[in-house]
Structures are given as structure tokens and as C-alpha cells.
């Protein structure tokens, strides 16, 4: 959320509430902004402080059942295996899906709102999810079974991930004051607890070396067993404004790390330097529709020759990551919650308006693909 001076057109205030909504109050001194979690916060964009939102007015008309509310998808997650995807909803539910036929395994309930996170560890025994009912939940991968409930955020839970050893969970929440947890997975007790600022996507270096987080306007990388920051990359001002990252993907080797931005822009940074060595657009979204130009997914292929991105606007292109090359240009038409790709790149899933992941393959040679439909479920 951003507020600029009308006159000038300078940005005032700038910050990321997990917000559906947003307006003014009559006299210009507050914003209201809604959640997804059928509640609102009212805030005052000088100070960046809340206000306490008053307490709903009790009405006469009766509450949906969350059996009868509808539902759609809003995340999906591969397991390491490539043979299941994990569907997160926005009722609460996370679906386990056969990748094959299409058959859903399991039904994971637990959750009372958006699921936003999902995971699975390296072995795909055991799921962790995060929700914007603050809990994070992890779950037995093969029966379905709730296996622990983690208590301790104060806000959105909008990561939660496995360490490269599967011997703890990462968890991060959206805020007034952000958290990021370590949890130990044998005791699930807490290790470390602090204040990371507002990230929205994690993704851990393929030596297990480093955690790369996408924060607000910059990336940072952290080393994996102190959570210290080891490194922090600022996304360049283009127009006198910079953009938020929203997506990080390591390569193969862990030298590379490539960033995928509101405005639409993917660039690849050399780890040990921080130099920019490619810049390219995923999109020719206007970022004034920021839902269309941001970059959902983004990933190296196998052999790291290749960088691929998915946008909102539901443009998917892969370029040569040594030459920038443009070598494939397809696009899908349909409403896009969440995105990602297959372990081995080949396919890409993503979660829609009917509750049903929808699994495309992606071509492997350069042609390039001018539109493609996606199909119904």
C-alpha cells in the first residue's frame, strides 16, 4: 500500500499490509484496509502506527458456514519427488493431489482461513502450512494427519519452510511488527525469534548454505544456521521509485541468485558480489496493476543454462541466464492465485477461481509460443 502527494507526486508512505481493500476516512488522517481474515485495521500513514479497529456491530443475518463458503485456490506447492502437489484454499483446506491422475489424496483440515505457505520436507513425509488465521500446521504427508499446531504469531503467517536438514521450520508473518521463527522440529520449541521486516518469499541456497528472503524493495540472504545476514540487495530505482521483490531462486551451484519484482522485472545477481549481470522483463503489464505485473514464480533450470518466469498476468518466458536470450514466450488466459514450477522445470502449476490446480508442461526446446488457453479443469 502506497500513498504519494497529489501535487508532487512523491511517495509519502509505503508499506505492505496484507490488504484486500483500502480508503480513507472523510477527514484524511486514517486508512482503513481490509484482510482477508474478515477483519480491518485502521492506521495513520505519518506514524505508521495501528489504530484499534472497533468491535462489528452483531447483525441479524446469519454467518456462512465454512462448508458452504465459496472456495478457490491460492497457493500450490510440488513435493521433492515431483509426484503430488499440495493445493492451499482460501477456506482453509489444503488438498494433496495425485500430479498423475488428478485424484486427491488427502484432505488436510485444520486451518480457519487462506492457507499462504506450503512445504514439504525433503523427504515428503511431513507438510508445514501457514495461514492468515496465524497458526502454522504441519502435517503427516502420507495419512493426512495433523501432526503439530505452532503457536506464537502475532499476524498473517505468509512463509512457512523446511531447513535443507529437515531439523527445523522457518516460519515468517505479515505485521505490525513481524516475526520470523525458528522452530526445532523434534521439540518444536522455539530457537530463534525476531523482527525481519515484511518478507514475502523464502528460498533456501541448494548447498544449504544460505536463505535467500524477498523483502520490501530489496532481497537479503542470510546464513542458514545463524539466520545473520550474510548479504542484502537492493532492487535499482527505476523512475526516481524502486519496486518491491516478490520471488527468489537460487541456481543450481548457489552463485546466482535471481529476483523477481512487482514491476515485472527479473534480474540475476552474482551472490558473492552483488553485481546485476542480467536484467529482463517477465511482462509488459502495466505496474499500475501491480496483480498482472508481478512475477509469481521464477526458477533456474536444472542445468542452470536457463532462467524461467511466471507473471499475475499469466505471461510464462525463459531466457539463456549467460546471454539474456528470449527463448520462450507463452501466455495463459484465466484468473492466476499462485504459482510454481516442478522440480525439474518441466511442468508449472498454478491455482485458480475452481479449486482444482491446473498442471501445463513446459516446452523444453526454444520455439516460443505466442498464446495458449488454459484448460478447464
Not at 484432505?107 to 480457519?112: N, Q, S
Not at 503467517?157 to 513481524?178: C, G, L, M, N
Not at 552463485?255 to 553485481?275: I, M
Not at 501466455?331 to 502449476?349: Q, T
Request: aromatic share 8%.
Amino acid at each position: 500500500m502506497r500513498v504519494w502527494d497529489a501535487a508532487t507526486g512523491q511517495l509519502d508512505y509505503s508499506s505492505l499490509p496484507f490488504a484486500t481493500a483500502a480508503a480513507w476516512d472523510p477527514e484524511g488522517e486514517y486508512i482503513a484496509y481490509a484482510n482477508p481474515g474478515r477483519t480491518f485495521t485502521i492506521i495513520d500513514p505519518m506514524s505508521d502506527r495501528a489504530r484499534p479497529s472497533p468491535t462489528p456491530t452483531p447483525t441479524a443475518t446469519p454467518a456462512i458456514p465454512p462448508a458452504e463458503q465459496s472456495s478457490h485456490g491460492t497457493t500450490v506447492a510440488w513435493s521433492n519427488s515431483g509426484d503430488r502437489l499440495a493445493l492451499g484454499t482460501s477456506t482453509g483446506d489444503v488438498l494433496i493431489i495425485d500430479a498423475a491422475t488428478n485424484q486427491t489424496l488427502h484432505t488436510l483440515i485444520g486451518h480457519t482461513d487462506l492457507v499462504l505457505a506450503i512445504d514439504w520436507n525433503t523427504s515428503d513425509t511431513l507438510i508445514v502450512t501457514g495461514s492468515v488465521d496465524q497458526s502454522v500446521r504441519v502435517w503427516n504427508a502420507s495419512t493426512g494427519q495433523l501432526v503439530r499446531t505452532l503457536q506464537g504469531h502475532q499476524g498473517v503467517v505468509a512463509i512457512a519452510s523446511w531447513t535443507p536438514d529437515d531439523q527445523h521450520v522457518v516460519s515468517i508473518d505479515i505485521s505490525e511488527d513481524p516475526q520470523l521463527i525458528l522452530w526445532d522440529s523434534v521439540t518444536w520449541a522455539t530457537e530463534i525469534q525476531r523482527d525481519e521486516g515484511t518478507i514475502i518469499e523464502a528460498n533456501w541456497s541448494p548447498d544449504g548454505q544460505f536463505l535467500a528472503l524477498a523483502n520490501i524493495g530489496h532481497a537479503v540472504i542470510l546464513d542458514s544456521t545463524s539466520l545473520n545476514l550474510v548479504h542484502a540487495f537492493e532492487e535499482p530505482e527505476l523512475g526516481g521509485q524502486g519496486y518491491d521483490i516478490y520471488q527468489v531462486a537460487w541456481s543450481p551451484n548457489s552463485q546466482l541468485l535471481a529476483t523477481g519484482s512487482l514491476n515485472g522485472y527479473v534480474r540475476l545477481w552474482e551472490v558473492s558480489t552483488g553485481t546485476i549481470l542480467l536484467t529482463v522483463r517477465a511482462n509488459e503489464s502495466d505496474v499500475a496493476q501491480p496483480a498482472l505485473s508481478l512475477v509469481r514464480d521464477i526458477a533456474f533450470s536444472s542445468d542452470g543454462s536457463q532462467i524461467l518466469a511466471f507473471s499475475g498476468d499469466g505471461t510464462l518466458r525463459s531466457w539463456n541466464a549467460a546471454s539474456g536470450q528470449l527463448l520462450l514466450n507463452e501466455h495463459i488466459d484465466g484468473e492466476i492465485f499462485g504459482a510454481r514450477f516442478s522440480p525439474d522445470r518441466r511442468h508449472l502449476a498454478f491455482a485458480t477461481r475452481s479449486l482444482w490446480p491446473v498442471v501445463l508442461p513446459v516446452p523444453q526446446d526454444d520455439r516460443i509460443i505466442l498464446s495458449t488457453a488454459m484448460p478447464s479443469p
